[in-house]
């Protein structure tokens, strides 16, 4: 039996372990993956999974099957490029995040509180601070259509403090001897920021502002009001956006989430003002006008942006066993 006819990888171009890059890489490979504190870094990353994962459930949080890929998914608000697959025939692209699917769920089939535990892929476009992304990750989506903002601000900083307080009961001691902070300093109420506010007061471009007050507040704060993806409600009143980020001291952003924008007629008009294609996000606006979304509001907790900043790793890499650093070459 012809096996190349049978195994579909034949077709892809192996590795070139003649190239330097290649090379390179296998080294670095093997010393990342060789490590001392790489089992400690990945046992606090098991115990931040199990303590959102058991703390969402315990409030009625309901975990489908995950998805990877799509005929749409999230955009974001930054530059990357599109990974996608012929799926059938059919083009599909690899999730990014699961915003879509969340707010499909909720509207289809009546269920008022959802999660995933999601893997998601993003190449990342010119990144200058290659030390706070990975092209591979895993977020902790949910979606709930019975909060609106403030109620899910509060639910994330319930979860959080919650994961905060397991993982210094567990790991305290080894925590402080691994990057001299006592986990504990970081348990207490998260202030609350708006970002055009804080912006003008402080003299600084919104886009600056994380960065500044990272430097300043010592526990985790929330940041709100961020012009960015089309799906966040902007109210027409007053101008803001519900939404918001959970920011860590020193390392940053470990959450985005906000209210979703449910009406058909407002949520175009957004995908325009934005320059979406249309075309691609047509399921969609189908979705929006013949059946209709419910309002909701959720997040997704980035677990590897989490653990690092809890134990201010100077790269999110560390986390990883096997590096997923944009732009490098990879192995496994």
């Not at 294609?277 to 399921?283: G, H, S, V």
Request: glycine letters at 6%.
């Amino acid at each position: 039996m012809d096996t190349k006819n049978i195994l579909s990888v034949s077709s892809i171009k192996p590795i070139d372990f003649s190239d330097l890059a290649t090379q390179q890489s296998w080294s670095r490979m093997l010393s990342h993956g060789k490590r001392k504190n790489l089992a400690l870094i990945l046992q606090i990353r098991t115990l931040v999974v199990e303590s959102i994962f058991s703390s969402l459930r315990k409030r009625g949080f309901v975990h489908p099957p995950v998805h990877i890929f799509s005929t749409c998914v999230d955009p974001l608000n930054h530059e990357t490029e599109p990974a996608g697959f012929n799926y059938y025939g059919q083009e599909c692209t690899l999730m990014q995040s699961l915003i879509f699917h969340k707010m499909v769920f909720l509207s289809m089939t009546g269920i008022e509180k959802v999660f995933w535990v999601s893997p998601n892929i993003r190449k990342e476009m010119h990144i200058t601070n290659l030390t706070r992304y990975a092209t591979e990750f895993s977020q902790i989506d949910f979606e709930s259509s019975t909060n609106k903002m403030n109620e899910t601000m509060d639910l994330i900083e319930e979860v959080t403090l919650e994961m905060l307080k397991e993982v210094s009961l567990e790991f305290g001691p080894e925590i402080k001897k691994l990057c001299g902070r006592d986990p504990s300093t970081l348990i207490a109420k998260f202030p609350r920021i708006d970002v055009a506010e804080e912006a003008r007061s402080s003299g600084v471009d919104p886009d600056d502002v994380e960065k500044l007050l990272a430097t300043r507040i010592q526990t985790p704060f929330f940041l709100t009001n961020m012009k960015r993806e089309a799906y966040d409600y902007k109210d027409t009143e007053s101008g803001k956006y519900h939404n918001y980020d959970l920011v860590f001291p020193v390392t940053g952003e470990v959450l985005s989430g906000g209210e979703r924008e449910h009406s058909y007629d407002k949520l175009k008009q957004r995908m325009e003002e934005l320059d979406y294609p249309l075309d691609y996000f047509a399921p969609v606006l189908k979705f929006a006008k013949e059946v209709g979304f419910n309002p909701s509001s959720g997040a997704g907790f980035g677990v590897e942006r989490i653990v690092r900043g809890i134990l201010l790793l100077n790269d999110i890499a560390e986390v990883y066993a096997f590096r997923r650093v944009p732009g490098e070459k990879i192995i496994f």
